[in-house]
């Protein structure tokens, strides 16, 4: 039985390794090149850094699937790692990520935010991201910690966010706390490397997918940009559904310009045990990560960076040149004292980088979505696809529950 995947990022990688292992004739149209967002960004220095950290981050007990996916393919190391914040933007002034109660000593009026802290109701539920936040730490730490780097990550009003990632990605702990304490791990091999391997028994067609051949209920093949059809008894779509489906309406991501810099530099940008640092301040950048972390040799002296400007498709970051970025970074790093020259630096552009936790957009996707599944013969899953701000744990757990419902839906196993 045939299977064709679209895009080959986590999500089609790895269920495309699933299915061809239960026997399935699997292709994968990817229309760049394979890794989505996991693709790494290389030098020409030889060195490369992901485009953005990509830890795995997973609980042994309780998401151990994806470490046993993963190291198939490659090891994986256990690593402590450790964020700081910036909110008076200078990096002499290192806060702690995780926001900690101890972060609060560092402030002239710390009597006014603790007596703001035992008003405030605590960790409570609620819809939408500001309420949450004021809830748990006051008005005066949302507004130098949080309000104007959500702003700044989203794009949108922290009013209107809302989501079930709070609880997950938030916490107020006593002291300096390691970034995920349940356990992170990061690949002694590329991303790319572990994501090729996983499809090695896949046929792989370079070729940007436009839409659907329908058939009444059924997908009968998808169109390409080169004018081919591939037909196939069954579709999976870890792209934007818009793309496929008979629709006025477009899904908005949040898109981000990812730099990427080898350089020389006078000194280490953050605390030694800290791998990267949030800038909830005036600067474009929302985060910058020191790569000393990967199993590279890193001369000493030198630095590999990546710096985030989060932005929409099309706006004026967005358009911006690479030598607008390189230029912006080590402006920043001139300000800070230190003495930089890059010896490589190249961009990336990430269109689908974060879908927009907004009531509307989420309502808009499942319009979307609800006509790409009237369809019998589609799946759906990933980032991008089902329009989750997910992870690579919970994509590579939808892979084995996408995995089943195939498998129970056809019962390839008994034929193959
Ligand atoms: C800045 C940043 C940091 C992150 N850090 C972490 C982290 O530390 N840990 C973690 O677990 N997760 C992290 N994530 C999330 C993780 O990167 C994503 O959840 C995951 O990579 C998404 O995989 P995907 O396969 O769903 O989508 P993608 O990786 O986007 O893959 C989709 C693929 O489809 C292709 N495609 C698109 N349109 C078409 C078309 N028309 N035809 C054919 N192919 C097409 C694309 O080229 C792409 O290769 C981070 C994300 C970002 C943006």
């Known amino acids: ?8 990022g986590v999500a089609g990688c790895s269920l495309g390794h699933l299915l061809d292992e239960a026997g399935y004739d699997v292709t994968i149209v990817e229309k760049d090149a394979i890794g989505g967002l996991l693709r790494e960004i290389e030098f020409d220095s030889g060195y490369h850094c992901d485009s953005a950290p990509h830890l795995l981050f997973y609980d042994e007990e309780e998401e151990a699937i994806v470490g046993e996916l993963f190291s198939q393919f490659t090891d994986l190391d256990a690593h402590e790692f450790y964020a700081a914040t910036y909110p008076r933007g200078g990096l002499e002034d290192p806060h702690h990520y995780p926001v900690s109660k101890q972060n609060i000593d560092r402030w002239d009026d710390a009597d006014q935010i603790r007596e703001e802290l035992a008003e405030a109701p605590g960790k409570t539920d609620a819809e939408f991201f500001e309420e949450y936040m004021l809830n748990q730490v006051g008005p005066t730490l949302y507004e130098r910690y949080n309000k104007h780097y959500t702003e700044k990550h989203w794009g949108i009003d922290p009013a209107r966010i809302t989501g079930d ?53 059924t997908i009968a093949s998808v169109r390409t940009e080169s004018g ?7 579709f999976v779509s870890t792209i934007d559904p818009s793309i496929l489906v008979d629709t006025e309406e477009e899904l908005n991501y949040r898109s981000m310009v990812i730099l990427g810099a080898h350089l020389e530099a006078s000194e280490r940008l953050f605390p030694e045990h800290v791998d990267w640092g949030y800038f909830p301040n005036h600067y474009e950048f929302t985060r910058i990560t020191d790569y000393e972390f990967t199993p ?13 400007f989060p932005c929409f498709v099309g706006d004026d970051v967005w358009s911006r040149s690479e030598e607008w970025f390189e230029s912006y970074l ?32 989420i309502e808009k996707f499942e319009r979307i979505n609800g006509k790409l599944s009237s369809y019998e013969n589609v799946f759906n899953l990933g980032r991008v696809s089902t329009y989750e701000y997910i992870w690579i744990k919970d994509i590579v757990q939808q892979a084995y529950e996408t995995l089943e419902e195939i498998t129970t839906t056809t019962d390839v196993r008994a034929t193959d």
């Not at 039985?1 to 080959?8: K, L, N, Q, W, Y």
């Not at 000493?300 to 960076?305: A, F």
Request: hydrophobic content about 35%; overall charge negative.
């Open 330 to 361: 080590l402006d920043f790093l001139d300000e800070q004292g230190i003495e930089a020259e890059t010896i490589d630096a190249k961009i990336r552009r990430a269109p689908h980088a974060y879908p927009l936790p907004v009531n509307e957009e």
């Open 228 to 234: 081919e059809e591939l037909t196939s008894d069954l």
């Open 165 to 217: 990632w709070f609880d997950f990605k938030i916490s107020f702990p006593e002291e300096e706390q390691e970034f995920f304490g349940d356990g992170a791990y990061y690949p002694t091999d590329k991303y790319t490397e572990i994501l090729s391997g996983m499809v090695s028994g896949c046929e792989v067609v370079f070729d940007g997918v436009t839409d659907l051949n329908t058939d009444g209920d």
């Open 1 to 8: 039985m045939d299977v064709t995947i679209i895009g080959a």
């Open 296 to 308: 590279q040799s890193i001369p000493g002296g030198e630095y590999i960076l990546t710096v985030e």
